[in-house]
Each structure stands twice: as structure tokens, then as C-alpha cells.
């Protein structure tokens, strides 16, 4: 059974920076990536990331701020987020498959002004 496993979620201020890392416990997927969610809001994306890593996509509200990885070696993949804003408090989400046909259970992020 194939399990997504977040962490490095957390309270950080303005400005500050956070890494999220999401393990995967059987296997790799081609594509590997982050979404988040707000209370009322629907789950927005935020990045993807493809097997070699190359050609990222990034949701325009982080661009430039936030960069995704992936160590396949590890099944890992990693959102550094760095300059912090209030707005980018949610849930995080890692995903993976085609169709992100698999999810992990989220990390709560929480950035204060």
C-alpha cells in the first residue's frame, strides 16, 4: 500500500523559511508534487516536479520563492519555502501519479505577520 508522508511543517514568521518533505513508502512516481489548502477554500497546486527533476511548475503566488526537489533514491520529494507571507498559511499537501492518485496526510504550515 502506497503511503505519502509529510513533514517539516510548522510556526514560522514573516520572512522566514520552511522545508516540507514528503516520503514515499513503496515506490517512485514519475511526477511528485504540492498542493495546499486554506478552511473554505479548495485545494489549490503549488508545485510539481517530474522523475528527473527537470522542467518544475510552480503556481504563479510562489514563484520565485518556493523550489521543489526530489531524491528518488530516498522516494523523497522536497518543497523549500523561503520568504514566508502570511497567505501562504495552509495545509500541505504532497501528491503523486499521473491523476495524484495518491496523497499524503498533510503538514499544517502556519506563518505570522
Known amino acids: 500500500q502506497v503511503q505519502l508522508v509529510e513533514s517539516g511543517g510548522g510556526l514560522v514568521q514573516a520572512g522566514g523559511s520552511l522545508r516540507l518533505s514528503c516520503a514515499s513508502s513503496?515506490?517512485?512516481?514519475?511526477?511528485m508534487g504540492w498542493f495546499r489548502q486554506t478552511p473554505g477554500k479548495e485545494r489549490e497546486f503549488v508545485a510539481s516536479?517530474?522523475?528527473?527533476?527537470?522542467?518544475?511548475n510552480y503556481a504563479d503566488s510562489v514563484k520565485g520563492r518556493f523550489t521543489i526537489s526530489r531524491d528518488n533514491a530516498k522516494r523523497t520529494v522536497y518543497l523549500q519555502m523561503t520568504s514566508l507571507e502570511p497567505a501562504d498559511t495552509a495545509v500541505y499537501y504532497c501528491?503523486?501519479?499521473?491523476?495524484?492518485?495518491?496523497w499524503g496526510q498533510g503538514t499544517q504550515v502556519t506563518v505570522s505577520s
Open positions: 501528491a503523486a501519479g499521473a491523476r495524484w492518485d495518491y
Open positions: 516536479i517530474s522523475w528527473n527533476g527537470g522542467s518544475p
Open positions: 513503496v515506490r517512485t512516481f514519475s511526477t
